[in-house]
């Protein structure tokens, strides 16, 4: 697997955006970028994922560099509720694949 | 739609004890998994099952054993508990398609005390 690196933690203030970055330098072409985040002590929500094009839902955008070797992932509009640990995965996609998750980043969302 | 269903939510066992943590996913997901956090740490995979019918150890499988009971079931089981097992257990599940990528639904968690 592509190794990612990824800030330890992060601040931004209430109704700004995040911009949160990841480097995974050692990706493959047919690796994927996956983005969950872990709220408190709950279980780790999906947010987004890409292996080479932006791309954009209703939490959040992600962008990847050309090359691949790092990317963003950016909530538009951060709300409190957004204060969470981020991970950033990088995987290829088979039947049967796991994610391991590493540290990722804690994002506080400040009034 | 409950999605993935862990129990118990909260246990407290003593040392060399044994107990089975339950999951279930009512998503006709066919792979499922289990990991382990402890207090400020990632996720690190213990077990996880493909498919029904078959399993494999992950990166800490050292003192678990785990049953792929159905396809909807996946069984973690703590055979002696050890205080090393303390941690908060998360069951995960993904359709585990052979193309596109692989998205994990996760449980709630189940928080386990060895003492």
């Known amino acids: 697997d592509a190794k990612t690196t990824q800030p330890t933690s992060m601040d931004c203030a209430e109704g700004r955006a995040a911009n949160l970055p990841c480097n995974h330098s050692?990706?493959?072409?047919?690796?994927?970028v996956y983005w969950y985040r872990q709220i408190h002590s709950q279980g780790p929500q999906y947010i987004i994922h890409?292996?080479?094009n932006n791309e954009t839902n209703e939490m959040a955008s992600l962008i990847i560099t050309e090359d691949r070797k790092s990317s963003t992932l950016i909530l538009p509009h951060a709300t409190l509720r957004d204060t969470a640990v981020y991970y950033c995965?990088?995987?290829?996609?088979?039947?049967?694949?796991?994610?391991?998750f590493g540290g990722g980043t804690r994002l506080m969302v400040k009034p | 739609n409950a999605g993935v269903t862990q129990t118990p939510k909260f246990q407290v066992l003593k040392t060399g004890q044994s107990m089975t943590l339950q999951c279930a996913q009512d998503m006709n997901h066919n792979s499922m998994y289990w990991y382990r956090q402890d207090p400020g740490m990632g996720l690190r995979l213990i077990y996880y099952?493909?498919?029904?019918?078959?399993?494999d150890k992950g990166e800490v499988p050292n003192g678990y054993n785990v049953s792929r009971l159905n396809k909807r079931e996946f069984s973690l089981r703590l055979e002696s508990a050890a205080p090393s097992q303390t941690s908060v257990y998360f069951c995960?599940?993904?359709?585990?398609?052979?193309?596109?990528?692989?998205?994990?639904?996760f449980g709630a968690g189940s928080r386990l005390t060895v003492l």
């Open positions: 099952s493909a498919s029904e019918g078959t399993t």
């Open positions: 995965i990088v995987r290829v996609a088979d039947a049967g694949n796991m994610l391991t």
């Open positions: 050692t990706i493959s072409g047919n690796e994927y």
């Open positions: 995960a599940s993904t359709s585990g398609a052979s193309s596109g990528a692989n998205v994990l639904t």
């Open positions: 890409g292996l080479k």
